[in-house]
């Protein structure tokens, strides 16, 4: 069974610096789909970024990017120029590529708590 | 679209009440999803659907019991709630084709029990 580890509870960044969230992975599989999800106080899940496990090139979303390194199973996501808005919960999430009866479930880890400070 | 809507958003129970969580999907989405959220543990398959009259078993089952008669629908029963069972419950869709694209989910549901 596929696992995601995140072993930062919280992290804390200043306005406008630049804050790295970690996350690694175990799995067996060569086809499969990483995603960040932020979760903000309203409670509703989502979507930041995603990444294809067979795209060498990494994904980046305007102030959000990843850095996916396959061999080592890590899946870091870097917010630039951090703003009040990012604060919020973040998980990181593994999604297998091989369609079997599991309906392709995604698996998170335990999230990292992100504070921005002025 | 409505896209995921879950209902009701908050509720408190008492010991050995029992409830229903509605989940509801206007995207002909075939996949559906149970998850539980609790402090430190992130998001936690309860149980899943793969399409109309079929469920199945995710990573926490116990205690819960689910249906989905109708593909847009995927009710969360607990028969005999517990104080365990304190958490918030997101509810999650997903296109069988469409599995690069992660989830859409629901608002949650917090539920407090008693």
């Known amino acids: 069974a596929q696992t995601v580890t995140q072993s930062q509870p919280e992290m804390s960044v200043q306005e406008a610096e630049t804050v790295t969230l970690s996350c690694t992975y175990d799995?067996?599989?060569?086809?499969?789909?990483l995603f960040w999800y932020k979760q903000p106080p309203s409670r509703q899940m989502i979507l930041v970024i995603r990444?294809?496990?067979?795209?060498?090139q990494n994904a980046t979303e305007n102030r959000f990017s990843v850095n996916f390194q396959k061999a080592a199973k890590s899946f870091s996501l870097k917010i630039s120029d951090s703003q009040l808005g990012d604060a919020a919960m973040y998980f990181c999430?593994?999604?297998?590529?091989?369609?079997?009866?599991?309906?392709?479930?995604?698996?998170f880890g335990t999230g990292t708590r992100l504070q921005v400070t002025l | 679209n409505a896209g995921v809507t879950q209902t009701p958003k908050f509720r408190v129970l008492k010991t050995g009440q029992s409830m229903t969580l509605l989940c509801a999907q206007d995207?002909?989405?075939?996949?559906m999803y149970w998850y539980r959220q609790d402090p430190g543990m992130g998001l936690r398959l309860i149980h899943y659907s793969v399409g109309e009259g079929t469920t199945a078993k995710g990573e926490v089952p116990d205690g819960y019991n689910v249906s989905r008669l109708k593909k847009q629908n995927f009710l969360l029963g607990l028969e005999s709630a517990a104080p365990s069972q304190t958490s918030v419950y997101f509810c999650?869709?997903?296109?069988?084709?469409?599995?690069?694209?992660?989830?859409?989910f629901g608002s949650g549901t917090r539920l407090t029990v008693v």
């Open positions: 999650a869709s997903s296109h069988r084709r469409a599995i690069n694209y992660g989830y859409t």
């Open positions: 999430a593994y999604r297998s590529g091989v369609f079997t009866g599991t309906a392709s479930k995604l698996t």
């Open positions: 799995t067996s599989e060569s086809d499969y789909y």
């Open positions: 995207m002909n989405h075939e996949y």
């Open positions: 990444q294809e496990a067979y795209k060498q």
